[in-house]
């Protein structure tokens, strides 16, 4: 496994007080987008759930999907663009919305265990920024927050379970710290396992200088008290 690298991402804003990460290209849904709904990409149509309607181990929820755009360089910076798409359960059409977020930030080195999970190979401290805020969403009960803001630490493992480097068609895993659902401390999750989630590296090697491209999809579930989310 090659040395390490860290990802964590500082949010400003607050954060949706629900939460959990899923895989697959598709939802298991039986409403699933017919073409129509305005605020998905083509590459998407009749592929979300636009209904809005999930649940995980703690209930119902609302349905979010994330797709993000990133670039780091052999330096160690990292830069990316995030759309986070949120679907209600509870209300119309109408209500959807979509934010954006800037991502910034360099890499760190270290253990993968101490850095938070043991079978990624890249890391970034990264801060997080509004571009646009249409949701109105807690980001706080998902990521890490601070004076400062909200953070996330993303873990990128870019090697298949044999520890071989994947092809270009292959895809990469990412997981992040979040806080446990009864807010008591944080836990590795998912965030982005979706098939087209990938790594295009500039040269031979998996890592950086390297563009990548993630995209997940959670059931964020509301819940009481000053907990956050809970992922499965």
Known sequence: MRTSLVLLALLTGCAGEKTDATDGATDDSDTIDDGTHPLVPEEFANLWNTSGECSNEFGDGDKMYMVGEARAEADGSFTATEKVWFFYADEPNSEDCVDT???????????PGELGYVSAEEFYDVRREFVEN??????????RSDDDGLYQRLMIDTLNEFNDQPNENSKISIFHEERNFFGEGYVSKSYAQENGSKITPDGETYGPPASYRWIGTRCNVAFGGGGGGGGG
């Open 101 to 111: 977020f800037e991502l910034s930030g360099n890499a760190v080195f270290g253990d």
């Open 134 to 143: 249409n949701c109105n969403e807690r980001y706080n009960r998902i990521y």
